[in-house]
């Protein structure tokens, strides 16, 4: 086998994500305790953002430079077998992202990405999860904001849960995650948004998706659900909860199937969490409007041009943004609720949970546990991402009051 040259090798590196995760992780590089490359289709670009970093530190110089296209497919075997782990920021995942999976699944290498589209997902799964485990390579998905603060915050609850109540394997386990989130999108989020919302009526994995809110799987005799869609003003969080079918409820429930400690009968519920009645009326408004426009080429074109890709928030935009995850959990009488905080949670907050799901990868290989294929960030990383996210300022917290 060839040597692998760098430890993580960040492909679409000059796009808004990638350079803060490049940011992020060339900060990192100090204790000289991994090494990096950035990679991409354009050379110019690649050495103009090489440059900017070694302006910033001369410490940089040490950064790789490979050159790499979706388009070409030996390019891309050539750039998965140089390294350990490849973070992949070039999406739409659903019409660039199968070569850099592909790629790592026959090389062996572990793959990151960061995308929100369970289409994408569910292929990717049904063509490569046999091939990356017969390569002993982890392909994790949804590796920022989709899906980690929800995926590892279920995790960090069921297992205080499971402090509390003891044995649960014979429980029933009940879930729910309410998400609080504030800043704008970048151009990047925004084509990917409304290229998936294009597909719904196409797609028949994603119809499936909208099915299983109410459906459930067994697993090894276990019962793994969600909870059915729901509307209403909750009390105790003072604030109105609408059930939100992104894909962080299916990662949640693909750990459950891979966790016995989540329960014998495992029922997660996703939700949007909103104070003000008004504004919860314009964001139903506003999305399901989004999602009507989107089916249609013309206005399609439209709302694309509303947000074009490269564009992202200012520096100040990014500092003032900030997420909440609550999750409540209970088994019997026994109950716990988390949290889980942070900043900016598009951009600042997901580079850095990329960035950490990597070094985790690399720096803490001997420690996760050896199970391979397509998987969730709590099944690869689990309790070594907790803590090395909750040291970089993303915090879980058991909170006292349910």
Not at 51 to 67: F, P, Q, T
Request: with cysteine.
């Amino acid at each position: 086998m060839t040597p692998r040259v760098y430890d993580i090798v960040i492909f679409g590196a000059t796009g808004f994500t990638g350079q803060l995760t490049v940011q992020y992780l060339s900060q990192k590089l100090v204790d000289g305790t991994f090494s990096l490359a950035i990679a991409g289709r354009n050379f110019n670009k690649l050495h103009t953002l090489k440059n900017e970093l070694v302006a910033i530190d001369r410490g940089n110089e040490v950064i790789g430079v490979e050159v790499a296209d979706v388009a070409d497919e030996a390019s891309m075997m050539a750039l998965a077998a140089k390294t350990r782990v490849l973070i992949t920021t070039v999406g739409p995942y659903t019409e660039f992202g199968e070569a850099a999976i592909k790629a790592c699944a026959e090389k062996g290498t572990d793959y990151l990405d960061l995308t929100g589209e369970l289409e994408f997902v569910e292929r990717m799964y049904a063509k490569y999860d046999m091939v990356a485990r017969s390569t002993k390579c982890r392909l994790i998905h949804c590796c920022g904001f989709d899906s980690i603060p929800h995926d590892l915050g279920v995790l960090f609850a069921v297992q205080q849960l499971s402090e509390e109540a003891g044995e649960l394997v014979r429980s029933d386990v009940f879930v729910d995650g309410y998400v609080k989130v504030g800043g704008r999108i970048s151009g990047g989020t925004w084509h990917t948004m409304i290229n998936a919302f294009s597909r719904l009526a196409k797609n028949l994995d994603v119809v499936k998706f909208w099915r299983s809110l109410t459906q459930g799987k067994d697993v090894d005799g276990r019962r793994i659900r969600a909870a059915k869609p729901q509307l209403k003003y909750d009390y105790t969080l003072r604030s109105w909860v609408v059930s939100l079918p992104t894909i962080d409820g299916q990662v949640v429930r693909r750990s459950a199937e891979l966790f016995e400690q989540y329960g014998r009968r495992f029922t997660y519920g996703h939700y949007l969490q909103i104070r003000r009645l008004p504004k919860l009326l314009m964001t139903l408004g506003g999305f399901s409007s989004v999602i009507a426009l989107s089916q249609f080429k013309w206005t399609r074109n439209k709302l694309l041009e509303l947000l074009p890709q490269g564009e992202g928030p200012t520096d100040g935009d990014r500092e003032r943004a900030w997420f909440k995850v609550t999750i409540r959990a209970r088994s019997g009488r026994h109950k716990v609720v988390a949290s889980v905080r942070g900043g900016d949670p598009g951009y600042t907050e997901t580079a850095k949970m990329l960035s950490e799901s990597a070094l985790a990868l690399v720096l803490d290989n001997a420690h996760l546990e050896p199970v391979y294929g397509v998987l969730t960030p709590a099944a690869a990383m689990g309790n070594r991402l907790i803590e090395r996210l909750d040291q970089a300022g993303i915090k879980f917290t058991l909170l006292e009051d349910y």
